[in-house]
């Protein structure tokens, strides 16, 4: 099952200026900075609670979250739910009929396992599945 929601994904053109958003105008802490080269992003966290805002600016035009910005502009772009057992997670995932774009999981940021749920299957929200790495 799903614990909370772990973050969201807001998609941005300049990582810089939109921390002066959320760190400075929001007065969100910003804890963690790191460019993940296989999602093709460089990422921010940034604290809410037991919860996080990720703030993803495309590494070039031709990676995910680059043609998101192209087609849709900056905004919000997924959804993460928090789970324990990602495995056991996608597993159940799989037999109530969600298509699932990761079938296994991949590194994410800050050493996490993540999964995404493809949008068709999801009513149109991209939606992420995390599993914190231990300590997190
Ligand atoms: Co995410």
Redesign the pocket.
């Known amino acids: 099952m799903f614990a909370r929601i772990d973050?969201i994904?807001v998609a941005v053109t300049d990582l810089d200026a939109a921390l002066a958003l959320y760190e400075r105008d929001y007065d969100m802490t910003l804890v963690h900075r790191e460019t993940v080269t296989e999602q093709g992003v460089e990422a921010v966290l940034l604290d809410l609670g037991e919860n996080h805002v990720?703030l993803l600016a495309p590494l070039s035009d031709d990676t995910p979250v680059g043609k998101f910005l192209a087609r849709k502009g900056p905004g919000m772009h997924?959804v993460?739910y928090q789970t324990s057992d990602i495995v056991a997670e996608l597993e159940r995932l799989t037999i109530a009929g969600i298509q699932l774009i990761d079938t296994t999981p991949r590194i994410?940021i800050r050493g996490s396992s993540?999964a995404f749920l493809h949008p068709k299957s999801t009513g149109g929200v991209l939606t992420?599945i995390v599993q914190p790495a231990a300590g997190h």
């Open positions: 973050h994904g990720e997924h993460a994410g993540v992420e």
